[in-house]
């Protein structure tokens, strides 16, 4: 299949990426179009967060044809899907019109969940039926990039797109007056309270404090039980809606009772993708938030007071929730909350736990 276009990226590595121009040239442009970052120019673009995630894109694209960029509200991908919905006049002066009048850069693209007007994240990728006939060039300081190139570049790109997201301080966090003990060792943190309930209340602040700050585009979660829902439905309907507006989020569920059954349908009535699966048992709670990995340690007799608890309610009216507060979630029994930052790790977690629900059979 003949090519029949190009678009050049010329990239400098001075002090950090930088994209310093691009050349584009396609017959539905009908000339060759050169943009610089230089606002003098005729055609021109700043190093905004839309040109960094287009950047992004396009040499993840030029690694594997099949990359993509996805995020919640605050993501590099948001910024990019709102300049595509908009149509700032860089995108024009970069991509040029066709003989209508019609910008190019509508046809350069795909977008899943435009606008995330469904919630969740958006996902953009490059429309493999234009770009069939388009090859994408990089330049890194007027020296072709060759594959190794593309790889560091990326690698270089991924440290300055979590440069982005602000850090969390763990102990500034509401509910951080409840922790018993802190230790962190490099990359893992490991909070230490006295029951169930403490970590639980402290937790809750940091699943919304994650979300917020970008650090949860995509959720995953394994656990034996959920009890936020038999606690407060109500309340705990309203966070789904709101975290689904962030990020994905997959459940899997390993306990056995009906309760657990009811809790798996409660999330999927909102968006939630949730599963209670087959000869599955978790004695480890493990959440995934992109590269952050939440893992919760109890002690045997609290985790038994857990499953008696939800085995021995038949139904959610049955469910007595005075005494789950008060014997076992507030009894003294300690318990240890350890946050670890790994992409390696955590990509991997998120591949199995996501292959888990696959494969699984529901209960």
């Given at each position: 299949m003949p090519i029949e276009g190009y678009l050049r990226l010329h990239l400098s590595l001075d002090r950090e990426i930088e994209l310093l121009s691009t050349e584009f040239f396609h017959p539905l442009a009908g000339e060759v179009i050169f943009t610089e970052r230089n606002k003098n120019s005729l055609r021109s673009f700043s190093w905004s967060r839309g040109v960094k995630a287009l950047t992004y894109l396009l040499v993840s694209s030029a690694y594997d044809k099949n990359a993509y960029i996805e995020g919640g509200a605050g993501s590099l991908a948001a910024s990019l899907d709102y300049a595509l919905s908009k149509k700032p006049m860089w995108l024009i002066d970069m991509f040029g019109t066709d003989s209508t009048g019609r910008p190019i850069c509508n046809r350069l693209f795909r977008r899943i969940n435009p606008e995330r007007k469904r919630g969740g994240v958006v996902k953009i990728m490059l429309n493999q039926a234009f770009f069939s006939h388009c090859r994408i060039e990089i330049f890194l300081d007027d020296r072709s990039a060759?594959?190794?190139?593309?790889?560091?570049?990326?690698?270089?790109?991924?440290?300055?797109?979590?440069?982005?997201?602000?850090?969390?301080?763990?102990?500034?966090?509401?509910?951080?007056?409840?922790?018993?003990?802190?230790?962190?060792?490099?990359?893992?943190?490991?909070?230490?309270?006295?029951?169930?309930?403490?970590?639980?209340?402290?937790?809750?602040?940091?699943?919304?404090?994650?979300?917020?700050?970008?650090?949860?585009?995509?959720?995953?979660?394994s656990v034996a039980h959920s009890w936020w829902p038999l606690l407060a439905p109500q309340q705990e309907r309203e966070n789904a809606r709101k975290f689904l507006s962030y990020a994905n989020i997959s459940y899997l569920y390993g306990g056995k009772s009906p309760l657990d059954l009811w809790v798996s349908s409660y999330y999927r009535r909102f968006g939630v993708q949730s599963k209670r699966i087959a000869d599955a048992y978790f004695y480890r709670d493990l959440w995934v938030y992109d590269d952050y990995i939440f893992q919760v340690f109890l002690p045997m007799s609290c985790i038994r007071d857990v499953d008696y608890a939800f085995r021995e309610a038949d139904s959610l009216e049955e469910f007595d929730r005075e005494s789950f507060i008060t014997s076992v979630l507030y009894k003294p029994a300690e318990a240890t909350l350890v946050i670890s930052r790994d992409r390696i790790l955590s990509d991997n977690l998120r591949r199995s736990v996501m292959k888990l629900f696959k494969d699984s059979v529901p209960l």
């Open positions: 060759n594959l190794a190139d593309l790889k560091w570049l990326l690698e270089l790109f991924h440290q300055d797109v979590e440069a982005l997201i602000p850090t969390i301080d763990l102990l500034k966090l509401p509910g951080s007056e409840l922790v018993k003990s802190f230790k962190r060792d490099g990359n893992t943190s490991e909070l230490v309270f006295d029951t169930l309930g403490d970590l639980d209340s402290y937790f809750g602040s940091v699943h919304l404090s994650f979300l917020e700050s970008a650090h949860g585009r995509s959720i995953v979660g």
